[in-house]
């Protein structure tokens, strides 16, 4: 089992930053993947960023690249999401989520997640 908590989200200008962190607890947090979604009222959850469980692979959706950073830092069981020239079609509310199973690699689909955090909420005002 895996449990995920968000934070960091918030009220931004257009053109600011965000930090988001997602604190993980369980044993297995260190060889999965894990992936950032978001989710517009209104509209479905979609696939922001994911880093493998080593951190070498990293993957993103093309309306955040050169963007959006996603880290991870195991040791601490913690995964970040470096938000950067925010515009107001990034509002949303960010979720966390780690993969089904362990060693698995990056995958952009809802469906390869089975843990998911409550969610934080990203406001930028134009």
């Known amino acids: 089992q895996v449990q995920l908590v968000e934070s960091g989200g918030g009220l931004v200008q257009a053109g600011g930053s965000l930090r988001l962190s997602c604190a993980a607890s369980g044993r297995t947090f260190s060889s999965r993947a894990m992936g950032w979604f978001r989710q517009a009222p209104g509209k479905e959850r979609e696939f922001v960023a994911g880093i493998s469980w080593s951190g070498s692979d990293r993957r993103y959706a093309d309306s955040v690249k050169g963007r959006f950073t996603v880290s991870r830092d195991s040791a601490k069981s913690m995964v970040y999401l470096q938000m950067n020239s925010l515009n107001f079609e990034d509002t949303a509310v960010y979720y966390c989520?780690?993969?089904?199973?362990?060693?698995?690699?990056?995958?952009?689909?809802?469906?390869?997640?089975?843990?998911w955090g409550q969610g934080t909420q990203v406001t930028v005002s134009s």
């Open positions: 989520a780690a993969a089904q199973r362990s060693h698995s690699p990056v995958v952009a689909t809802l469906g390869g997640y089975d843990y």
